[in-house]
């Protein structure tokens, strides 16, 4: 798994969390973003993989 991909998958999944109000508060909303983006970036592989879409 490279760096960027998992940087970028946190980003994201932390930006976007910061609209999920019923987590509570903004940086609390960005944690787990951030948490979900770093888990989604690690199994996407094996996900690919399962499917049999490892190019």
């Given at each position: 798994m490279d760096l960027i991909t998992v940087t970028y998958y946190a980003l994201v999944?932390?930006?976007?969390g910061l609209?999920?109000?019923r987590?509570?508060?903004p940086p609390i909303r960005l944690i787990v973003g951030g948490?979900?983006?770093i888990l989604a970036a690690t199994l996407l592989?094996?996900?690919r993989?399962?499917?049999g879409?490892?190019?």
């Amino acid at each position: 798994m490279d760096l960027i991909t998992v940087t970028y998958y946190a980003l994201v999944c932390g930006v976007l969390g910061l609209a999920g109000p019923r987590l509570g508060r903004p940086p609390i909303r960005l944690i787990v973003g951030g948490i979900v983006g770093i888990l989604a970036a690690t199994l996407l592989p094996a996900l690919r993989l399962g499917l049999g879409l490892d190019y």
